[in-house]
């Protein structure tokens, strides 16, 4: 009987049923570092960068083309991440293999007053990556 549980278990997982998405190597990653006490405007930022992305690409994030995610540098994964791309501080980040567009000044100038703008900022930054 054990037997029997270990071949079906190796079958279905050979089959590939719990197989993830496959992750294009040319996919636009947009990353938001922040810290753990964060302002109205910081909270903006991440919520309309978020927003922006999910609503303008949303058939590229299902097949993770595109992908937003908010990093805490005050944690130890996010401080990790932030190191190998060379973050010092709160940013929002559009990469695209070696490419890539700080929009952080734009973005705190825009997140709060102005989102369309923010929005309109980065679909031009992610457009241009993809070009």
């Known amino acids: 009987m054990k037997k029997i549980v270990i071949f079906i278990l190796t079958a279905f997982f050979s089959a590939g049923a719990f197989a993830a998405t496959p992750i294009p190597p ?19 930022v991440e919520n309309v960068s978020r927003n922006a992305i999910l609503t303008l690409y949303p058939v590229k994030v299902k097949r993770a083309e595109i992908f937003f995610k908010s990093i805490n540098l ?37 997140a709060s007053d102005h989102p369309d703008k923010l929005t309109e900022e980065i679909k031009n930054a992610v457009e241009g990556l993809l070009k």
């Open 74 to 110: 005050d944690e130890k994964e996010g401080a990790a991440l932030a190191a190998k791309l060379h973050i010092k501080g709160r940013t929002l980040i559009v990469i695209r293999q070696e490419k890539r567009v700080d929009l952080t000044k734009k973005a705190f100038k825009y």
């Open 26 to 44: 040319d996919r636009v990653e947009v990353y938001y570092f922040h810290g753990t006490h964060r302002s109205k405007t910081c909270t903006n």
